[in-house]
């Protein structure tokens, strides 16, 4: 079984750039979660979607940050216009009902320059 | 909404040392997890661990959810240790994870 997988790895930017992140959850897991840890601080979260729906994006920094989940299976976190406060590691993890275990991708490092 | 503390922030140590790991939550929880972020950034699922005590290979890990904490246990450290290990737990309205601060471990040949 596939585990959740993120692209790219890794990004490099200038400021005022779009950057879209792409996260692929486990097969049959609803629940799709972001977060991120910037400079070295805290994880935090930023939205969970439950299919195609957002349950909670309570985290999301800005308007500069939009996330979609299409069809429910796939999502994308579009950042536009990168600032240089945004480079960091942006993670995924999908689990398959709410409050269990969760499953996490190996993660975006973003660095806006 | 709850809140992790870890301790200790930073733990250096020797090849082939022993370590403990700590987690306080400032509320019961039901579901914890760990996590160990590699020197490249990536995060890596160690445990889930709700309560009782779970070991794999030189990882073990113990959760009294009564008493709110939960411990980490890394036996014969290796270089390949090195890094920082989060735990987390459900804290949202929506059972987001909140995580501690994290340990930055570093071990030395």
């Known amino acids: 079984e596939a585990g959740v997988t993120q692209f790219p790895s890794h990004s490099v930017i200038e400021k005022g750039q779009t950057v879209t992140l792409r996260c692929d959850p486990i097969?049959?897991?609803?629940?799709l979660y972001w977060y991120r840890r910037v400079m070295g601080k805290e994880i935090k979260f930023l939205l969970h979607?439950?299919?195609?729906?957002?349950?909670?994006e309570s985290g999301m920094p800005n308007n500069r940050f939009l996330a979609e989940r299409t069809g429910g299976t796939y999502s994308t976190l579009k950042v536009q216009p990168a600032e240089l406060e945004d480079s960091g590691v942006y993670f995924c993890a999908s689990s398959q009902y709410i409050n269990t275990e969760a499953f996490f991708g190996q993660g975006t490092r973003l660095t806006v320059v | 909404g709850i809140q992790v503390e870890q301790s200790p922030p930073d733990l250096i140590l020797q090849e082939g040392a022993n370590s403990t790991l700590r987690c306080n939550f400032s509320d019961s929880v039901n579901n914890l997890q760990w996590f160990h972020q590699n020197p490249w950034g990536q995060l890596i699922n160690l445990f889930y661990i709700p309560s009782g005590t779970k070991q794999n290979g030189r990882l073990s890990a113990t959760t009294v959810a009564t008493e709110r904490y939960s411990l980490l246990y890394i036996s014969s450290s290796q270089t390949t240790d090195s890094g920082v290990y989060f735990c987390a737990g459900p804290g949202g309205s929506n059972y987001q994870l909140i995580w501690g601060a994290g340990t930055k471990l570093i071990i030395k040949p």
């Open positions: 979607f439950v299919k195609e729906s957002k349950q909670d």
């Open positions: 097969s049959g897991h609803d629940n």
